[in-house]
Every structure is written in structure tokens, then in C-alpha cells.
């Protein structure tokens, strides 16, 4: 299948769902980006900067670019211009360093604060006492910042019932955030989870951001 024929798979499983594909172009040519561009998708996610700044020129201005892989405070600077959505908050320092970014070019970047859920010490990830001291230091600094949900990385397995209760994990945090900080807030709303290899399960505990790139693209293009 073509990676139009993959979209538009996607776009028909999605449908009546209340969730939406960012197709991740890490490692992936911006003709084929293109191709998925033509065929209808305008989210994308990128993992690196350096990618992402290359890529983003090149391709039409009207895509929603998210970054979702790990972030460094000195690199908020090169995408603040064009960013829509950074995926991976994980601190207080990257926040406001978001902020203030952000305010300098008189934007609006949305941020989800992403958690820590899996078994793997690698993922990065807050705990939920991190996000609750973040919240209370920061919800009244934040003037060009819009924090839209949470996102989390599960554990790579096929073990079903552990993919649950980590999504399950995730969805409680997204709830407890919305009661107890955003319950007057509209566009606090995002569930990010789920990737190729489990975005089916992802979709069934209420994710609204699945992010899938092998699937799409095929298997990663790493250059030699």
C-alpha cells in the first residue's frame, strides 16, 4: 500500500472516533511527508529539532507541526516561530523557557505535559506530584502558553492488559488535571497516546492524538 493508501486506511478508522493521527516524519524525506500531505493529513510530529527546522520550510505552511520527541530548553528558541504543538513538557524550567519564547514572538504555543508510564527508566516523563508543583508554580505566569492535555509513552509490549492500565494510568492523570485545574478551561482536551503498535488499544481508553509513523512510512529511514 501507498503511504496515501495508508492515510486514508487511518482517516476511515478514525472516523466517528474522537481522535486524530499526527503522522510522525522523523527520519522520513519531505517528498514522502508530501505524498501523505497530498493525501489529506496535516498533522505531523518530529522527534528532533534539527530535523524539524530543516523539514519545515520546505514543506506548506498550513501543517500542524508537533514536537514529540524529548525537548531541551536551549532549542525551544528554533521552533517557537512555527511550532503548534509541543508534546513533550517535562519540567518547570522547559515551560517557561516555552513561555518566553513564545511571548517574543507573539504567539500562542500549545504544550502537553507529558507523564511518565511506562516501565522503562529511558521514557522521560513527569509524576503526577511534579505536575501538580508545576501547575501551582506556573498556571498564572503563562501568557502564551496553552496547556491542551497530557501525553505518554506506554511500554513497548504486547501484553494487552499492562497497555491498558498504562493508558488507563494516563487518562487518570488527564482527568484529575482537568477537575482540580482546567474544569473551566475548554481547551484543555488532549489525550496523546498510542503509536503503530498499539494505537487500537490507545483509541479504546480515550486517546484524541494517536502517533503513528511506521505504519504510514514504513520502517524508519535512518541514514547510513
Not at 529539532?49 to 514543506?59: F, G, R, S
Not at 494516563?170 to 496523546?192: H, M, P, T, V, W
Not at 498499539?198 to 504510514?216: F, K, P, Q
Request: aromatic share 8%; charged share 25%.
Amino acid at each position: 500500500m501507498s503511504i496515501a493508501d495508508n492515510i486514508r486506511a487511518f482517516q476511515q478508522e478514525l472516523s466517528g472516533t474522537n481522535c486524530r493521527l499526527v503522522a510522525v516524519s522523523k527520519t522520513h524525506p519531505v517528498e514522502l511527508i508530501r505524498e501523505a500531505y497530498d493525501a489529506g493529513q496535516r498533522l505531523f510530529g518530529e522527534n528532533r529539532v534539527q530535523e524539524l527546522t530543516a523539514k519545515q520550510p520546505e514543506l506548506p505552511a498550513d501543517i500542524e507541526w508537533h514536537l514529540i520527541g524529548h525537548l531541551q530548553t536551549n532549542k525551544v528558541k528554533y521552533i517557537a516561530p512555527f511550532v503548534h504543538t509541543i508534546q513533550s513538557i517535562d519540567s518547570l524550567k522547559l515551560l517557561q523557557e516555552v513561555e518566553r519564547q513564545a511571548a517574543k514572538h507573539q504567539r500562542q504555543i500549545r504544550v502537553l505535559l507529558q507523564f511518565h508510564i511506562a516501565d522503562e527508566e529511558t521514557k522521560f516523563g513527569l509524576s503526577w506530584a511534579e505536575a501538580e508543583a508545576m501547575l501551582r508554580d506556573a498556571a498564572q505566569q503563562l501568557q502564551h502558553v496553552r496547556i491542551a492535555g497530557v501525553m505518554g509513552i506506554a511500554t513497548n509490549t504486547d501484553d494487552e492488559g499492562k497497555l491498558r492500565q498504562e493508558f488507563g494510568t494516563l487518562r487518570g492523570y488527564f482527568e484529575r488535571l482537568k477537575a482540580d485545574f482546567f474544569a473551566d478551561n475548554q481547551d484543555f482536551n488532549e489525550i496523546s497516546m498510542g503509536m503503530s503498535g498499539d494505537y487500537r488499544v490507545a483509541i479504546e481508553e480515550g486517546s484524541t492524538l494517536i502517533r503513528v509513523g511506521s505504519a504510514i512510512f514504513g520502517h524508519r529511514a535512518y541514514p547510513a
